[in-house]
């Protein structure tokens, strides 16, 4: 275990559905970030958060909604998602330095239906 | 854009052999660099990082570094099937972005 949790572990979802994913880290890190990782892709960074504040939103489309109420939940609200959008989406946390290492949660499988 | 690019693979290697994955990266201002091991169904885990040109040893693992030719590697020494898994370099960017660039990620396969 790495000291970051998230939840759910799967999601299968409908279309007009909407759901949230939440991750929670016990490290005392003050970064946190949502990433995709398809199938064949580099992960790609979603969204970074440092001291609850958003410090980079990597062009997501806005049916994903990020909310970090402090520096040790992340949430990622889903809603009116599409089929390209089923893949694995991982939360990290770092202390906060880009160049500080990220440790991962296990993920969430999406399935949008 | 930012680009690190590695071989997908997969690179098969006889058990006990040294297994060598590559890592080639576009963003001259950066200084750091890390190696990162994901096992099939699982999140990434770090092995290495490397700060400074050449080499950095931690057990069965060295990392190379050589920013002049903006390349870095990992070698495994004596690969043991349990390293079978997909190694994912990342490389934090410069110019004050809060952002890390991975690679697709090489498939090692190591044969018993």
């Known amino acids: 275990e790495t000291g970051v949790t998230q939840t759910p572990r799967h999601l299968v979802m409908g279309m007009t559905n909407k759901k949230s994913l939440k991750c929670e880290q016990h490290?005392?890190?003050?970064?946190m970030y949502w990433y995709k990782q398809s199938a064949k892709k580099p992960l790609e960074l979603m969204f970074v958060?440092?001291?609850?504040?958003?410090?980079e939103n990597n062009s997501v489309p806005s049916r994903f909604s990020p909310e970090c109420p402090n520096s040790s939940h992340l949430f990622l609200h889903l809603h009116t998602l599409q089929p390209e959008d089923s893949a694995l989406y991982l939360c990290a946390s770092s202390q906060g330095l880009v160049t500080d290492t990220q440790y991962f949660g296990p993920g969430t499988r999406l399935t949008v239906l | 854009q930012k680009e690190v690019e590695q071989n997908s693979g997969p690179l098969s290697v006889p058990e006990g052999a040294i297994a060598s994955l590559n890592c080639t990266y576009s963003?001259?201002?950066?200084?750091?660099f890390f190696w990162y091991r994901q096992y099939s169904g699982k999140s990434p885990e770090l092995i290495m990082s490397i700060y400074s040109n050449g080499d950095k040893e931690d057990g069965r693992f060295t990392a190379q570094l050589n920013k002049a030719s903006q390349y870095v590697s990992l070698l495994i020494r004596d690969s043991q099937p349990s390293d079978s898994a997909t190694y994912l370099c990342a490389v934090p960017n410069s110019g004050g972005y809060q952002k890390v660039t991975f690679g697709t990620g090489t498939k090692l396969q190591v044969i018993p």
């Open positions: 963003d001259r201002g950066s200084q750091s």
């Open positions: 490290l005392g890190h003050n970064a």
């Open positions: 958060y440092n001291f609850k504040e958003q410090t």
